[in-house]
Nanobody, 127 residues
Framework: QVQLVESGGGMVQVGDSLRLSCAASGVRFTNYAMGWFRQAPGKEREFVGGISWGGYLTNYADSVKGRCTISRDNTKNTVYLQLNNLIPEDTAVYYC????????????????????WGQGTQVTVSS
């Protein structure tokens, strides 16, 4: 099973950009599609975006389209979340997650499809 550790969260200002990292270990990184989720206080965990295990296909939630880029470096067993033009609504705990992929496609944002989760990293956007 994949072990995941997020990093890069913190306190930022409206309009800033942030790059989160998720380091994977414990099993081969290739052939695992990766997703990013976030959960704000009192709200359900929501899908932010995902990337195929080959790194060429991505999909994003409407709330972050145009501001978000997910990428991965399989040689470093790391996936990234770049989020630009931050707004207060981006405040949440951000989680990376992994799932097995039978094909090299971007994962759907279905929580139960993901078998491994990181501990989360807090992002707070202030004005």
């Amino acid at each position: 099973q994949v072990q995941l550790v997020e990093s890069g969260g913190g306190m930022v200002q409206v309009g800033d950009s942030l790059r989160l990292s998720c380091a994977a270990s414990g099993v081969r990184f290739t052939n695992y599609a990766m997703g990013w989720f976030r959960q704000a206080p009192g709200k359900e965990r929501e899908f932010v975006g995902g990337i195929s295990w080959g790194g060429y296909l991505t999909n994003y939630a409407d709330s972050v389209k145009g501001r978000c880029t997910i990428s991965r470096d399989n040689t470093k067993n790391t996936v990234y979340l770049q989020l630009n033009n931050l707004i207060p609504e981006d405040t949440a705990v951000y989680y990376c997650a992994a799932r097995d992929s039978l094909a090299d496609v971007a994962p759907r944002g279905v929580l139960t499809d993901f078998t491994s989760w990181g501990q989360g990293t807090q992002v707070t956007v202030s004005s």
